[in-house]
């Protein structure tokens, strides 16, 4: 056993097992740069980032900065998301212009109006599983999920009793249109690499 699995299982076992105390663990970890870390569910995942990743994630900011400042916009930043142990590293997050921090300078799940998640093959039964679930129940408005390995985009909206009521899948090329949702606008996806 590692030491932060021993330090993880005696705070579990003491009914101390937070966040907060399983990202202070992480943080005495030497954990290589360009590792993006999250624990969904209560588990440690660790991915690296890959060229193709970033390439997306840049390309979904550069176009929501016609809409959001770039002071409500957030890649790679923790939002702490309901249920048990869900600190995620959204890939893209936009915020609401009312959005303040919380007492620990975090965002706040209940401001997030728009949450990307590129996949990544390691980790891709999360964005589509129990990510997807926790974003519905936390009643984010728009979840787009972009898959460079099956070249398309998932379109979640309309979250409602900790689901998506609406899905639609778009062939990279094609444009993501939610301009009838609150953000307005519709994404290229012709620039999006493939994997």
Not at 43 to 69: D, G
Request: with cysteine; aromatic share 8%.
């Amino acid at each position: 056993m590692t030491v932060l699995e021993d330090r993880i299982e005696m705070a579990e076992e003491r009914g101390e097992l937070t966040l907060d105390v399983m990202f202070e663990s992480l943080e005495k970890m030497p954990i290589p740069e360009g590792t993006k870390v999250e624990i969904v569910g209560g588990n440690i995942f660790m991915s690296p980032q890959r060229q193709t990743h970033w390439e997306i994630v840049f390309s979904i900011l550069e176009q929501l900065r016609a809409r959001y400042p770039i002071k409500r916009l957030a890649s790679d930043v923790r939002i702490d998301f309901p249920g048990r142990l869900n600190g995620f590293a959204c890939d893209v997050a936009a915020l609401a212009e009312r959005s303040v921090k919380d007492d620990n300078g975090r965002w706040r799940y209940q401001d997030v109006e728009f949450v990307a998640e590129v996949i990544s093959k390691d980790t891709a039964a999360n964005g589509y599983g129990p990510k997807k679930l926790t974003y519905a129940v936390a009643e984010v408005p728009v979840y787009l999920i972009v898959d460079p390995y099956q070249g398309k985009c998932r379109l979640h909206t309309q979250p409602k009793e900790g689901e998506y009521v609406s899905e639609l899948s778009i062939t990279f090329g094609a444009d993501v249109d939610m301009t009838t949702t609150h953000l307005g606008l519709v994404l290229r996806t012709d620039g999006f690499p493939r994997d």
